[in-house]
Nanobody, 121 residues
Framework: QVQVVESGGGLVQAGGSLRLSCVASGMIFRLNAMAWYRQPPGKQRELVAAFSSGGSTKYVDSVKGRFTISRDNAKNTVYMQMNDLKPEDTAAYYC???????????????WGKGTQVTVSS
């Protein structure tokens, strides 16, 4: 099976920084894409930052210039450095990993359980 585990969340004051990590483990043939989503209280989950299978990145407009996504392919790990945090960044942050478990197998997406980020004003 596959496990996706996020870490690095916490409570921080506005203007502070946090670094989130996400590790995918288990039976993985190829990890194609990884992305960070967030879900503020009472709102829908939204894409924050992502790596495509080709290595390109994209960000939601509200975090451009403040958040940076990076990855370590050897460790099946993706990071997100979050700087200049704002109260509106408060949310549960989730990692999604799209991968194939076997050669020629279908690609599936797997979610972690999330890590909470709270930014106080």
């Amino acid at each position: 099976q596959v496990q996706v585990v996020e870490s690095g969340g916490g409570l921080v004051q506005a203007g502070g920084s946090l670094r989130l990590s996400c590790v995918a483990s288990g039976m993985i043939f190829r990890l194609n894409a990884m992305a960070w989503y967030r879900q503020p209280p009472g709102k829908q989950r939204e894409l924050v930052a992502a790596f495509s299978s080709g290595g390109s990145t994209k960000y939601v407009d509200s975090v451009k210039g403040r958040f940076t996504i990076s990855r370590d392919n050897a460790k099946n790990t993706v990071y997100m450095q979050m700087n200049d945090l704002k109260p509106e960044d408060t949310a549960a942050y989730y990692c999604n990993a799209r991968l194939q478990q076997v050669v020629g197998g279908r690609e599936y997406g797997y979610w972690g359980k999330g890590t909470q980020v709270t930014v106080s004003s």
